[in-house]
C-alpha cells in the first residue's frame, strides 16, 4: 500500500512539474543569432532623411525621448553627416535655440557645425561658442 500511494506522489509530482515547463520560443520568425548581414553601403535601410554616423548606422532618437533630446540627436547627426568631430562637441537645447560648445580641430569644421545645425528642422537660433583647435 505504501508503494502505490508513493508512486501516486511521485506521478503526481511529474504531471505538476511537466506543466512548469517554460514553453519553447517561437524561432521561426527570429534574426539569425549573428545579426543580419552588414550592409555595403552606410546607411542603407534607414529611413528617407535619417542622419548617418560615421560607422554608416543610423543614430534614431530613444523611445520615449522629450523633445530636447530628439533635437540634440537630430544637430549631432547632422553635424556627423558634414563630417564634424563631434567628440569635443556638446549641444544645448532651448526649444529652438541650439548653442553648440566644446571644440572642433579646424576653422572649417567650426563653420560646417554651425551651418549643419542651422539646417536642422524646428532650429530657430544657434549661438555659436565652440573653440577651435583642443578640448578645453
Known amino acids: 500500500m505504501k508503494s502505490v500511494s508513493l508512486y501516486a506522489l511521485l506521478l503526481t509530482l511529474a504531471v505538476a512539474l511537466t506543466g512548469c515547463q517554460k514553453p519553447a520560443e ?7 543569432a549573428s545579426g543580419p548581414p552588414a550592409s555595403p553601403v552606410p546607411g ?9 554616423n ?14 530636447n533630446e530628439i533635437m540634440v540627436r537630430n544637430v549631432k547627426n547632422a ?29 572649417p569644421q ?16 544657434v549661438k555659436d561658442r565652440l573653440t577651435v583647435g583642443a578640448a578645453q
Open 54 to 67: 560615421p560607422t554608416g548606422h543610423p543614430t534614431p532618437p530613444a523611445a520615449g525621448s522629450t523633445g
Open 110 to 125: 567650426k563653420t560646417a557645425a554651425v551651418a549643419a545645425a542651422k539646417k536642422v528642422p524646428g532650429v530657430t537660433s
Open 26 to 32: 517561437d524561432t521561426a520568425n527570429a534574426p539569425p
Open 79 to 107: 553635424l556627423i553627416s558634414q563630417k564634424v568631430y563631434t567628440a569635443n562637441v556638446g549641444v544645448g537645447v532651448n526649444g529652438g535655440a541650439i548653442t553648440l560648445t566644446g571644440s572642433v580641430p579646424t576653422a
Open 44 to 52: 542603407a535601410g534607414a529611413p528617407p532623411g535619417t542622419a548617418v
